[in-house]
Structures are given as C-alpha cells and as structure tokens.
C-alpha cells in the first residue's frame, strides 16, 4: 500500500528537503512540482541500498540545486511504502 505526501518548501531548502526524503528509505517516488507542474520525477527503487541511491541520485540533485536556485517556492510530493 502506499501513501502520499506533500511538502511546500522554499527553493534554497528544496535541495535538503529531497535528500531527507530520500534517506528515509521508505519512498518510491519523489515529484516536485511548481505552479502545478512537475518539473522533476525521481523514480527510486524499492529495497536498494541507500549508498546506491545516493550515487544514483547525485547527478539529479545537481540538476535540482540549478532549479531550486531559480525558483521561490515549489511542492515536493512523495510517494511512500506503507510497512505492514
């Protein structure tokens, strides 16, 4: 089962916010949206190390970091895994 959630948060804290999100462990999907948009959807797997993720992930972030500094304020929107 899974769950979403929504976080609205400033450009400069936008960066932070989604690697949090993502050392969680517990998410499948990572969207940020803007004005309603999706800018940016981050796929993650299910079950693969965080170390991984975190390699995966860091050309994204880097592209992140170049949208969140031209922005003010966005939505992050989450998709989560419900443990049973």
Do not use: W, Y
Not at 27 to 46: A, D, F, N, Q
Not at 54 to 81: D, H, R, S, Y
């Amino acid at each position: 089962m899974t769950t979403e959630e929504k976080f609205t948060v400033s450009g400069d804290k936008l960066v932070e916010k989604v690697k949090q999100l993502i050392h969680e462990g517990n998410i499948r999907r990572v969207r940020v949206l803007h004005e309603g948009k999706t800018v940016l959807e981050i796929p993650l797997s299910i079950g693969a190390p965080a170390a991984a993720i975190g390699i995966m992930a860091a050309p994204v972030l880097a592209a992140l970091g170049a949208f969140a500094a031209l922005v003010t304020e966005c939505t992050i929107e989450v998709e989560k895994i419900e443990k049973s």
